[in-house]
């Protein structure tokens, strides 16, 4: 399964952007999980949120509980990342990644969970 992030650039702090990650090659979105993760210069990957295939559950890391929105259009085979009141700590490079295996009502928040990965898109959010 192939995965492309995209939807990331500059924005001030406080302003939004809207992330996308397309599936394609195999799966359809709706046997998948995907989560979003992202990654700072000189700090680990994190987990930043995940849906289930259902769509039923979600996860968001503490941080950015209220700020952040994952969706999943199964018709379009895209997740959905809205990110609003952004903060300069929220800047890093946005992965998405699918899980094919984790029953339909889960999603799981650690990134070994995960077998298929995008390329990641760059967020700057300049104070």
């Known amino acids: 399964v192939q995965l492309q992030a995209s939807g990331g650039g500059l924005v001030q702090a406080g302003g939004s952007l809207r992330l996308s990650c397309a599936i394609s090659?195999?799966?359809?979105?709706?046997?998948?999980?995907i989560g979003w993760f992202r990654q700072a210069p000189g700090k680990e990957r994190e987990g930043v949120s995940c849906i289930s295939s259902s769509g039923m559950s979600t996860w968001y890391r503490d941080s950015v509980k209220g700020r952040i929105t994952i969706s999943r259009d199964n018709a379009k085979n895209t997740v959905y990342l809205q990110m609003n009141s952004l903060k300069p700590e929220d800047a890093a490079v946005y992965y998405c990644?699918?899980?094919?295996?984790?029953?339909?009502?889960?999603?799981?928040?650690?990134?070994?969970?995960?077998?298929?990965w995008g390329q990641g898109t760059q967020v700057t959010v300049s104070s």
């Open positions: 090659g195999g799966y359809t979105l709706e046997y998948v999980a």
């Open positions: 990644a699918a899980d094919p295996f984790t029953v339909t009502t889960m999603c799981r928040e650690e990134d070994y969970e995960y077998a298929y």
